[in-house]
């Protein structure tokens, strides 16, 4: 069983292509230089040479608050691109697995979000990643929407890091108004493995509970003095974002907390390395 999976360079790209690799299937790993997902001729040609049996979209353009300041770029990428491996896995029948983000919703539920909620993108990011679904249902019969949320992994720019990074800073506030679901993407690599063997639609796969970044900083780094909460109005970012996107997860997902354990312990083996 042969796999293309876009955007394999990236955070989950990595992590995903290893998970189906030690599940036995043949990937087939592809980059921007190989595959650019904006020029329609490209992803014609590679994906009619290759022909997979699936191919998992990853590649997007990710930059939640940068998106406000290069819409037509996002659009490009998010929409426009995932509409080119759309409709080509249409002509040929292959399934398509869309990775797809919390952020198509607008925030204003306070209970988890569910795969029959109508989504209201309240960013350009949120709503290009949308335009992207769209495009898929509109072109394909054959597909697999996975929305997850919060992402981090060891390949890749993203909160756990930064928190890290900027651990010493005093003060280091951090947004306690905005609820969510951290993911690893090693978890949600096995999620999308069982995904693909279960009937085509949308699912929801992120981390079991729920959080704020606040709470989730002090996860990460322990109780510190120089960790403060503060509200999404007092720390102002170029992108408006849901203040609540929990995903009602599809099937049963590992707590949030226990996959934060285990990154961090397997970071520490590493840098001990
Ligand atoms: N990160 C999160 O918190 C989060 C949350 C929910 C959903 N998601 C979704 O999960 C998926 C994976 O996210 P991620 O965090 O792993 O993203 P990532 O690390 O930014 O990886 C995305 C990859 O897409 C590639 N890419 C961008 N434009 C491309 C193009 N025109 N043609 C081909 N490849 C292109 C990027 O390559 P370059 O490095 O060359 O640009 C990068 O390797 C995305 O669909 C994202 O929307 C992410």
């Known amino acids: 069983m042969k796999l293309l999976v876009t955007g394999a360079a990236g955070m989950l790209g990595q992590d995903l292509s290893a998970a189906l690799e030690d599940a036995g299937y043949t990937v087939v790993g592809t980059t921007r230089e190989i595959l ?7 992803v014609k040609q590679i994906i009619s040479e290759i022909l997979p049996n699936i191919v998992i979209h990853c590649a997007a353009y990710t930059a939640v608050d940068k998106a406000e300041l290069e819409k037509d770029k996002a659009m490009l990428v998010n929409a426009e691109g ?20 919390d952020y198509v919703f607008d925030g204003t539920k306070n209970t988890p979000y569910t ?45 756990v890091e930064t928190m890290l990074k900027l651990q010493n800073k005093n ?58 909460p503060c509200t999404t109005a007092e720390y102002q970012t170029e992108a408006i974002r849901p203040a609540y996107s929990v995903l009602q997860n599809s099937f049963p997902c590992r707590h949030w907390k226990a996959a934060l ?13």
């Open 115 to 159: 795969v029959t909620d109508e989504p209201n993108p309240i960013n350009c990011y949120g709503y290009s990643k949308l335009k992207g679904e769209e495009y898929i249902q509109k072109y394909c019969s054959k597909y697999h929407i996975i929305r997850t949320s919060w992402l981090y992994g060891h390949h890749g720019k993203n909160f």
């Open 82 to 101: 995932t509409k080119n491996i759309a409709k080509i896995c249409a002509e040929w029948e292959i399934p398509l697995v869309y990775i797809s983000t």
């Open 171 to 228: 003060p280091l506030r951090v947004i306690n108004d905005q609820i969510g679901s951290p993911t690893w993407t090693v978890d949600l690599s096995e999620a999308i493995l069982k995904i693909i063997k279960m009937p085509y639609g949308v699912y929801h796969a992120s981390g079991e509970g729920e959080t704020s970044w606040y709470e989730f900083a002090r996860e990460i780094l322990g109780n510190r003095n120089n960790l403060q």
């Open 36 to 42: 650019d997902i904006t020029n329609t001729d490209n």
């Open 261 to 273: 354990k285990d990154y961090m312990a397997l970071r520490l083996e590493e840098e001990n390395e």
